[in-house]
């Protein structure tokens, strides 16, 4: 089964931020998820290079755009890195292999029929050297950048036929109706397309950094087609043995933030329909986390800096409170304080706690060897049993889900912790005649957390991996899922997530 999964492009001119990490870790959870399950995996992410903004900035700096995008690129690049991203490629729509494919696109939808020469008129700001949306005017007509007044300017330019793809994108609608998510995105596109759509600029005359317009070359092709296009146009040269077009295309997830909701769920599907290309199979549109409380926290001080988290409570903690502290689709705050009640509440006492218990009793109590048991009739009970929880994530992680997902599996988690208080292993440790019961027990502590930290790797997968080998486990496919015999030997390890106090 072919998965891919993407993130959107980050426009290079930015640093990157906590919104570009949390788009790239809900898109790596879902591809670990899936390779989890046997599924041939591929997962992109990467960076917009093109438009106005570059090539001034790169003015101001005395640096071709070139030489700008090739410097701010690798901050891109790490920021994946640091937060455990296992993307498969990185694109860079200045890669020529994405310029030239981007052409052949283009012209296609050209030679379909679908674009026309016309005028567009509207805000032209000349510090920016572009034009303005009616959305993106400041006050009295101005520039919301450079707070100066802008003049209606004309060009002429060639326009997509957007409007001839109306009934073809409602149609796609009425028969997908899980094409976006969640369902209030949903209906936020479809009530933009049944509002009536207008034909778009395609290309740009007054701008310079960009795609030639392959029959007309002194123009580029607007900066959002350029981009958007990155996801198809990777899949033809991210191997250099193997065109992955065929075996990926439809993408099967863009998971995107909201504020690009119209260019992906309109322009996007119509663009690719018009070049005779599959839409893809869904998208993902995610809120935004905000900055709200600024209440003083113990180690972090008062903002939440993603890298500082990550430096000093490593990925998976900042992986974790993404997902926790704001269920996936909705807006929600973060904040410092809220990070730090979550790392030592959740992540070191309900996690962690229980890992290093669980290692810590079987090295006691049965010289390190889990011992042969049978599953507790207990742990399989009610809405926490423990068995199930895998198809339990599948379902959900099949929707993107991503926080309900991570709710159900935590309810597990807190489920093994009252088990551990309800059988009391250190009592029944000092009455041999309980010595089957403590087996059993045992059994099921090893296997409970073996199973838990199975489908947390997606989520967690560093500390994850460091438990899974702690107890001799090296397989991480869901395969492995299931009640796995007594006889593995388990190593103490040092806290997976130490306490604050101890940092
Ligand atoms: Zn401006």
Redesign the pocket.
């Known amino acids: 089964m072919p998965f891919y999964v993407t993130t959107p492009i980050y426009y290079v001119n930015a640093e990157p931020h906590l919104g570009h990490a949390y788009s790239t870790i809900a898109a790596d959870v879902l591809a670990r998820h899936r390779r989890q399950r046997g599924e041939d995996v591929f997962f992109l992410t990467g960076t917009d290079e093109h438009g106005e903004p570059v090539a001034q900035a790169a003015e101001r700096q005395g640096l071709t755009p070139q030489q700008l995008v090739d410097q701010n690129a690798p901050r891109f690049r790490e920021m994946g890195e640091r937060i455990g991203a296992s993307n498969d490629f990185f694109i860079r729509t200045t890669d020529p292999e994405h310029v030239a494919r981007v052409q052949e696109v283009v012209q296609r939808v050209h030679d379909n029929g679908h674009v026309y020469e016309g005028t567009y008129e509207g805000w032209y700001?000349p510090?920016?050297a572009d034009f303005k949306t009616e959305s993106e005017l400041g006050e009295g007509n101005t520039?919301a950048?450079?707070e100066?007044r802008l003049e209606r300017e004309r060009e002429q330019n060639w326009f997509f036929r957007l409007s001839a793809f109306e009934d073809e994108l409602k149609r796609l609608y009425a028969e997908r109706p899980d094409f976006v998510a969640p369902s209030f995105r949903r209906n936020e596109a479809l009530s933009f397309i049944e509002g009536g759509l207008q034909d778009v600029s395609l290309s740009r005359a007054k701008l310079s950094w960009g795609v030639p317009l392959p029959w007309q070359r002194e123009q580029v092709v607007y900066v959002w087609f350029d981009a958007l296009l990155n996801y198809y146009t990777a899949l033809s040269y991210a191997r250099e043995e193997e065109d992955l077009t065929d075996r990926f295309w439809p993408a099967s997830w863009h998971v995107i933030g909201k504020d690009i909701l119209k260019f992906h769920c309109v322009y996007w599907p119509a663009f690719l329909l018009a070049a005779g290309l599959e839409p893809p199979e869904r998208l993902y549109v995610h809120g935004y986390l905000l900055m709200g409380e600024k209440k003083m926290s113990k180690s972090l001080g008062n903002v939440l800096d993603p890298n500082e988290v990550v430096e000093r409570f490593g990925s998976d903690a900042l992986r974790f409170y993404c997902f926790r502290e704001v269920s996936f689709g909705q807006d929600g705050n973060v904040s410092a304080a809220g990070f730090e009640t979550r790392y030592e509440t959740e992540l070191a006492n309900d996690w962690g706690n229980l890992a290093s218990r669980t290692l810590a009793m079987i090295e006691r109590y049965r010289g390190g060897v889990v011992p042969d048991g049978e599953v507790d009739p207990v742990l399989g009970e009610g809405e926490d049993a423990l068995a199930g929880i895998d198809g339990v994530v599948r379902e959900l992680l099949d929707r993107a889900e991503l926080s309900q997902a991570l709710e159900a599996i935590w309810a597990r988690v807190r489920r093994l912790n009252r088990y551990v208080e309800e059988t009391k292993p250190w009592e029944l440790a000092k009455d041999a005649a309980q010595s089957d019961r403590l087996d059993r027990v045992l059994y099921n502590l090893a296997e409970g957390v073996r199973t838990l930290a199975l489908v947390l790797h997606p989520y967690i997968p560093e500390t994850s991996g460091r438990l899974l080998d702690a107890l001799s486990e090296g397989n991480r496919e869901l395969d492995a899922f299931g009640a796995r015999a007594g006889g593995a030997h388990v190593e103490r390890i040092p806290p997976l997530f130490p306490k604050l106090e101890a940092r």
Do not use: A, E, F, N
Request: charged share 15%; with cysteine.
């Open positions: 700001c510090r920016c520039c950048i450079h100066i």
